[in-house]
């Protein structure tokens, strides 16, 4: 009887086997196996997780979503005060450059008023003040939110210097 020749050999069908099992897609917890002792009396061949991994892990779990709940609002803290003093420079170094531009003599001393600007009450001071040297002034513009009071902390304070005489 003459035996039947086939195209492949068989190590070459081996390889080619061997290639679609590396290319085929696996679930991640293909690998998994049950972590039960076999002589514990439990039953094996059953994969998968314990009621205590399962809360292990959601415990796990929560705890980073409460870390990145803290730390995003901690961002908008952020954002909101970083508005608040990039507004209240803005608003100090408007002052500032009236004080600077002033045609008259500016008085030494404290001037002080309101202004609203972005949607939002703002008080200002500036305080002109007399330097080492007598052709020369120190001035002062300190701005905070309106809602801060007037003994709140500043959102912003510039310094500058100009001479006594226009």
Known sequence: MREKRYRHSL????RRLESIRAATWTPAFAGVTN???AGSGART??????????IVALAVLSLGLVALLNVTGE??????????NVMGQILAENHLVEAMLATEALETGRKSGE????????L?????????NA???????SVRPGDAGEDGPAAATLT???RAEP
């Open 11 to 14: 190590p070459s069908f081996q």
């Open 35 to 37: 972590r039960r002792a």
């Open 45 to 54: 061949g059953q994969d998968g997780f314990t009621l205590i991994e399962m």
């Open 75 to 84: 961002n908008v803290r952020a954002a909101s005060r970083i508005r608040e």
């Open 115 to 122: 202004e609203d600007m972005a949607g939002r009450h703002w």
């Open 124 to 132: 200002w001071e500036r305080t002109v003040s007399p330097t080492g």
């Open 135 to 141: 052709a020369m002034l120190r001035i002062e513009v």
């Open 160 to 162: 500058a210097f100009r």
